[in-house]
């Protein structure tokens, strides 16, 4: 018995029938303790944008903590690394101008942005303005107030009420958001929570004209519009930096992590719009709030040199690439009886979906005896979210793994 408690885990099938010990990587591979290769399906979780094991991070990294580890991000602090890291990322922005505050990870930016959103309408002078918005199905991290804007009912069972003001609406509909502010009132409401594609709760796409729409709703009723980029930020929405970008929604916030360092140092950032920045910057004012490791200069090296390889290999564009890739290698899977339907088209991600949500489990094991690592999300949902670096073969063989595993 290992004294590991894992994360969202049923530690006693995990103590009865063991872990799965993943011991290196490479590219679009990983290889278990015992040296058996496996395609990543999953990269990670959703984060290997530039692939496992690139020296180069590792020594951007190297030199950096052998430089300066960290320091503080309190105050007037921070790290040369740090700034140009900021000065980056706003020009990569989608909103021109945006500002930066550091985390580290998806949960922390999250919960940063939903305090942010109400110390706004507070600073101008509107505090009943408390009311978040999330939508059925969604996913934002484990914090308290993103587990309370969640929309996957089972994450939120057993703690009580976790934060007053948080609703949720239907995940594919204008129109329930527009009842709901109808219902409430604009006045109360502060912000809606939106994942551009929804992830861990399925692998859902937008429907066509959606992320438009309820950006207009919100734009029309002066509710800030938070996009949650976690998963589809740096590329792996295909073609653009983030979703944001690619459907021209300018995000008042913008919550990001994972493809951020590609998971080689936990890392976070949340883009605040001048909008939103601006009463913070006018003097006189503080956002009571940061994190120890905000900013974290090792973090920010491996972060620089992740945007420099997704730029110089031109990940973005392989990225959209895979977009019809996955689409072509793993669509004809629709027709096999253990699946309901297979999503994929939009970015370098795609679903199979169970027929039988219970099978998930099985489905992965059977996909390892099969050479790939993958994992179910939402009900039976057989991820797939590949590091930009796979080839069209590796596409084609994990496909095939695929559809063995199902057989
Ligand atoms: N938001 C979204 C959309 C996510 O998918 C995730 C994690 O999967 C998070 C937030 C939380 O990120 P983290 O696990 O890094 O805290």
């Not at 309408?121 to 969604?138: H, M, N, V």
């Not at 003001?165 to 604009?186: K, P, Q, Y």
């Not at 951020?260 to 503080?286: I, Q």
């Not at 027929?355 to 996909?367: C, I, Q, R, S």
């Amino acid at each position: 018995m290992g004294a590991l408690w894992h994360g969202f885990a049923d530690m006693g099938a995990v103590e009865r029938e063991g872990a799965f010990v993943v011991a290196r990587g490479d590219g679009a591979y990983i290889w278990d303790r015992d040296d058996n290769r496996y395609l990543d399906a999953t990269g990670g979780l959703w984060f290997t944008n530039v692939g496992h094991g690139r020296r180069e991070i590792a020594d951007a990294v190297a030199a950096q903590l052998s430089t300066l580890a960290h320091y503080s991000n309190f105050g007037d602090l921070t790290a040369p690394v740090t700034q140009e890291l900021a000065q980056r990322l706003s020009e990569i922005a989608p909103v021109p101008g945006s500002k930066i505050l550091f985390t580290s990870g998806g949960s922390d930016s999250v919960d940063t942005a939903a305090k942010l959103v109400r110390r706004y309408w507070q600073e101008l002078g509107r505090p009943e303005k408390t009311l978040l918005i999330g939508r059925r199905l969604a996913y934002h991290g484990m914090h308290v107030a993103g587990t309370a804007l969640g929309g996957i009912p089972v994450n939120r069972e057993g703690y009580g009420e976790l934060m007053p003001d948080a609703r949720t609406v239907e995940w594919n509909e204008a129109e329930a958001l527009r009842a709901l502010i109808e219902a409430v009132g604009a006045n109360r409401i502060a912000a809606f929570f939106c994942e551009p594609i929804i992830g861990a709760g399925g692998v859902y796409l937008p429907p066509e004209g959606y992320l438009t729409e309820v950006r207009r709703l919100c734009r029309e009723h002066d509710i800030l519009f938070v996009a949650d980029e976690v998963v589809t930020g740096f590329g792996r929405i295909g073609g653009s930096w983030f979703a944001s970008t690619r459907f021209g929604l300018e995000p008042d916030l913008m919550t990001t992590a994972k493809g951020l360092t590609s998971g080689y140092l936990p890392m976070g950032a949340v883009f605040a719009a001048p909008r939103v920045a601006e009463p913070f910057f006018a003097g006189g004012v503080w956002f009571r709030h940061g994190y120890t490791y905000g900013g974290h200069a090792g973090a920010a090296a491996a972060a620089m040199a992740n945007l420099d390889i997704l730029e110089r290999e031109h990940l973005l564009d392989a990225s959209k690439n895979l977009e019809s890739l996955l689409h072509e290698h793993f669509s004809p899977l629709s027709a096999h009886p253990r699946v309901a339907e297979v999503r994929s088209g939009l970015g370098a991600v795609a679903a199979v979906q169970l027929a039988d949500p219970t099978e998930g489990p099985a489905m992965v094991k059977a996909l390892r005896a099969q050479g790939v690592s993958g994992r179910a999300a939402g009900q039976g949902a057989l991820q797939i979210s590949p590091s930009f670096v796979i080839t069209e073969q590796q596409v084609a063989d994990m496909a095939a793994s695929f559809e063995r595993a199902l057989g």
